[in-house]
């Protein structure tokens, strides 16, 4: 049950775009099409964002996208906007019936 | 609208037990799986428990196997987490969330805080 990997920080300037990427292995990333992603803002509880690898959930802007390839699934955040500065983790069902996060990624908008 | 609010965190001793609470309203709660989510201060998310529809299934993070109970009782559209043998490193933000069968985190309460602690 060993975190997903993923980036500790990744910055960009308003209007560009960001990739974070999360790298599991074939016992859960890899092995299905289960990947969520989520926001989270100091003091506030986490946001469902992406889900089931590439969907987003009512509400939430199109400016965010999920990928996945092979053990790595990817989030990107296009147009980057003062409000999506944030703490960032994905998710993935496992192979032991079980869920694990990511490390975690800082977005910071320059 | 879908809600969570969790209940029961506070101090506790090192060895010491609690037992976290989370009232759901909004949704059909017997027609959910549901999940604790803890948050080590200025740490990332840790998936702890998970807990079928009818309660027939259960899975915990190897860490809190054998120490934590995960339950719900249908009947009063509450979630709760049985912790025993609580260790400093149990210390966090605990959050009860609804999850996709099994797949996603779909709704989230705003947490209870836990602090283990002599």
């Known amino acids: 049950q060993s975190a997903l990997t993923q980036p500790a920080s990744v910055s960009g300037s308003p209007g560009q775009s960001i990739t974070i990427s999360c790298t599991g292995t074939?016992?859960?990333?890899?092995?299905?099409?289960?990947v969520s992603w989520y926001q989270q803002h100091p003091g506030k509880a986490p946001k469902l964002m992406i889900y089931d690898v590439s969907n987003r959930p009512s509400g939430v802007s199109n400016r965010f996208s999920g990928s996945k390839s092979g053990n790595t699934a990817s989030l990107t955040i296009s147009g980057l906007q003062a409000e999506d500065e944030a703490d960032y983790y994905c998710?993935?069902?496992?192979?032991?019936?079980?869920?694990?996060f990511g490390t975690g990624t800082k977005v910071t908008v320059l | 609208e879908v809600q969570l609010v969790e209940s029961g965190g506070g101090l506790v001793q090192p060895g010491g037990s609690l037992r976290l609470s989370c009232a759901a309203s909004?949704?059909?709660?017997?027609?959910?799986?549901m999940s604790w989510v803890r948050q080590a201060p200025g740490k990332g998310l840790e998936w702890v428990a998970n807990?079928?529809?009818?309660?027939?299934?259960?899975y915990y993070v190897d860490s809190v196997k054998g120490r934590f109970t995960i339950s719900r009782d249908n009947a009063k559209n509450s979630l709760y987490l049985q912790m025993n043998s609580l260790r400093a490193e149990d210390t966090a933000v605990y959050y009860c969330?609804?999850?996709?069968?099994?797949?996603?985190?779909?709704?989230w309460g705003q947490g209870t805080l836990v602090t283990v602690s002599s």
């Open positions: 969330a609804r999850i996709w069968f099994g797949a996603y985190f779909d709704y």
């Open positions: 998710s993935s069902y496992t192979s032991s019936s079980t869920q694990v």
């Open positions: 909004g949704f059909t709660f017997s027609s959910y799986w």
């Open positions: 807990i079928k529809q009818d309660g027939s299934e259960k």
């Open positions: 074939s016992s859960d990333v890899g092995g299905y099409n289960y």
